[in-house]
């Protein structure tokens, strides 16, 4: 035991000084912006207006990705599913079409599985349409669709910043303890 504290204190030692700021900002700067992100939705979302619509086709689609190997000895090929649904709604007199299930922002799935069951959800012959107001052609069928990006900034940035605050909390324990 005594070992492993003695690798961590010299570790703290190396990089508490400076080490948490090369943590902490960023951490924080990469949260920040993930909140940003999803708050924009968050907030836009609840003003839109809903409307029935029908669904006009739905299935499930593929793309094959080449993604380069982590050992860096080639690539490999992997297939994407994803949710592909069209669907028929009227705002005033007008008819709109939409595709998709949120607002520019649709999950990838790994499985195809996964994808039919989302396509699922949707294709009845009456749903839900949310669609904005200020803009009847922008719509979704689920309002809650961020992506992926704001998980992996937030995904990052918050274990970033919780090291570095551990960084200086350690760094402080220590410059206590010896002074």
């Given at each position: ?62 793309s094959n ?56 959800r949707y ?57």
């Amino acid at each position: 035991m005594d070992e492993r504290l003695a690798s961590v204190g010299a570790f703290v030692e190396k990089w508490g000084g400076i080490g948490p700021l090369f943590c902490i900002f960023p951490g924080a700067l990469l949260t920040a912006v993930a909140l940003l992100w999803m708050s924009v939705h968050w907030v836009s979302a609840p003003g839109w207006a809903t409307v029935e619509g029908r669904v006009v086709s739905a299935g499930v689609s593929s793309s094959n990705y080449t993604v380069r190997r982590s050992s860096g000895s080639g690539t490999r090929s992997e297939t994407r599913y994803s949710a592909d649904i069209a669907y028929a709604y009227n705002v005033g007199g007008r008819d709109y079409t939409g595709r998709g299930i949120g607002d520019g922002e649709d999950w990838n799935y790994f499985s195809y599985e996964s994808a039919a069951d989302a396509v699922a959800r949707y294709n009845r012959p009456v749903l839900t349409v949310y669609y904005d107001p200020a803009d009847p052609g922008r719509s979704a069928l689920d309002t809650n669709i961020f992506g992926i990006v704001p998980w992996i900034l937030g995904g990052t940035g918050l274990p970033l910043l919780g090291f570095g605050l551990w960084l200086r909390r350690s760094r402080l324990a220590a410059t206590r303890d010896v002074g």
